[in-house]
């Protein structure tokens, strides 16, 4: 009796039919395992055995390859048989076994591997009902199929020993009711009582079994991780607005738990499809949390605060502080970032000839700011609040053009130098402001 490789894998139920049918044939196989979930059938060495890539698969002593089970099977037994009583040479009683064959290739096993296959392969979470609803309607059609003994008349045959691998490995997931399927569940027991049976085919659907409910958790915990998506930024931080929400997260130090994308102003980002779908006013900064969508700079804020500041020295938490801090980012959106916006807008528009005849506003804000810093270290109250990022950012672009005058604004002129002293000031607001100002004195000096 000739030397016979088999590549296969344990988990297969393909694969554990040529097994199952060796052992009904007496045939020692030399087995080479395949490990399918490390893409071992995808190596050059295989596929180049089997273009089709897939387990099982014999090498006889005398070089012939065979894949796909029910041709394997066919061939073992047509050669190596003693007898012709798992393939008869009966034309109708082969037929018949054929049609049990194809039946396992595109209904048992096919809807079997339909299911798995998107659990083990590509981490899905969940299986469509219908899939489920088709394992049942397989048990459905073999039961009613089982007339006699076996699937074919009342000996065992090529049919029972691959439809078993197949039902084995669903009845592992799924159990058979007997009560549905009575002779079903009847021939499930009478297979099993093989000798060769819990070894090579019971032990492998178990194991098949517990590989899919460990990886259906695993994808799932996947999931659940995923599904706490960091919040995402859009930004430019060329952007005054931009740059107190990044003074912020770094103030926070949550740079870890927010995702940046960065939308170029410049480069008119801001005004592409996908990005007017997210923000109609195509402005930045923007910031998603889930379905949370927020477009104003000083709302950004006042979440992170609320998010991630509880019981730090940015809680907003006191009504009292929140509504002095919801003020001053009140004065800086209608007063001091309209007015350095406006101006800033002439400038990129290259409608001024003479900034300096354009400045009132702008310092009449800065005005404003001076009286609001007589009154406390910081412009909200005596300690740091996110209404300084906001004011900060905006001043500092202002400054691009306005100087700060120690004279007429010393106490603007402080609380700026405190500002800039600050250990993120440089990374969140300096960088973004270089750019801007060099795009400022490119047209200034054109």
Known sequence: MGKVVLYTAKLSPPGRSVELTAKALGLELEINPVNLLAGDHLKPEFVKMNPQHTIPLIIDEDGTVVYDSHAINIYLATKYGKDDSLYPNDIATRAKINAALHFDSGVLFARLRFYLEPILYYGSVETPQDRIDYLYKAYELLNDTLVNDYIVGNKLTLADLSCIASIASVHAIFPIDKSKYPKLAAWVERVSTLPYYKKTNQEGAEELASLYRAKLEENRQKAKKLAIMNPVLYYDDASPPVRSVLLTISALDINDKIDMKWINLFGADHLKPDFVNINPLHTVPVLTDEELILTDSHAILTYLCDVYGQGTNFSL??????????????????????????????????????????????????????????????????????????????????????????????????????????????????????????????????
């Open 317 to 446: 938490g006191d009504p009292k502080q929140r509504a002095i801090v919801l003020n001053r980012l009140c004065f800086n959106n209608s007063v001091l970032f309209q007015r350095d916006a406006e101006l800033m807008r002439k400038i990129f528009r290259k409608q001024l000839r003479d900034i300096s005849t354009h400045l009132k506003p702008v310092e009449e804000a800065i005005d404003y700011l001076e009286i609001y810093l007589k009154t406390s270290k910081f412009v909200a109250c005596d300690k740091l609040t996110v209404a300084d990022f906001s004011i900060v950012a905006t001043l500092s672009t202002a400054e691009s053009v306005c100087p700060i005058s120690s004279s007429r604004w010393p106490k603007v002129k402080a609380w700026y130098e405190e500002m800039q002293k600050l250990p993120y000031y440089n990374d969140a607001n300096q960088v973004g402001l270089t750019k801007l100002r060099a795009k400022l004195n490119s047209i200034l000096n054109a």
